[in-house]
């Protein structure tokens, strides 16, 4: 039983930001990788960022400089900072956990519902 709750995202204009957020909650023992895919109309869905326990971090090319991924392990929350948003960027963002809830349990996978980024020319 572990859910997620994403906020942050909206409507913008083409050179804004945009700060997303994603908490997980529920019976939690670990996380392990936590990250950011989206997902555009008639496309397959991507990665955008991906960071895991030990801080590393892994970007798609097209949002290299521009968007940042951290987390707060105390608030099991996820963030992705978007700047220098473009109309490419539009799709609908959705948060993704790698969760192990007790040591006797593997670890799961699991995703968020979605938040819309829409961005405008």
């Known amino acids: 039983q572990v859910q997620l709750v994403e906020s942050g995202g909206g409507l913008v204009q083409a050179g804004g930001s945009l700060r997303l957020s994603c908490t997980a909650s529920?019976?939690?023992?670990?996380?392990?990788?936590m990250g950011w895919y989206r997902q555009a109309p008639g496309n397959e869905r991507e990665l955008v960022a991906r960071i895991i326990s030990d801080g590393s971090t892994k970007y798609a090319d097209s949002v290299k400089g521009r968007f940042t991924i951290s987390r707060d392990n105390a608030k099991n929350t996820v963030y992705l900072q978007t700047n220098s948003l473009n109309p490419e960027d539009t799709a609908v963002y959705y948060c993704?956990?790698?969760?192990?809830?007790?040591?006797?349990?593997?670890?799961?996978?699991?995703w968020g519902q979605g938040t819309q980024v829409t961005v405008s020319s």
């Open positions: 993704n956990v790698h969760v192990r809830q007790s040591r006797w349990r593997p670890e799961y996978e699991y």
């Open positions: 529920g019976s939690i023992f670990s996380i392990n990788a």
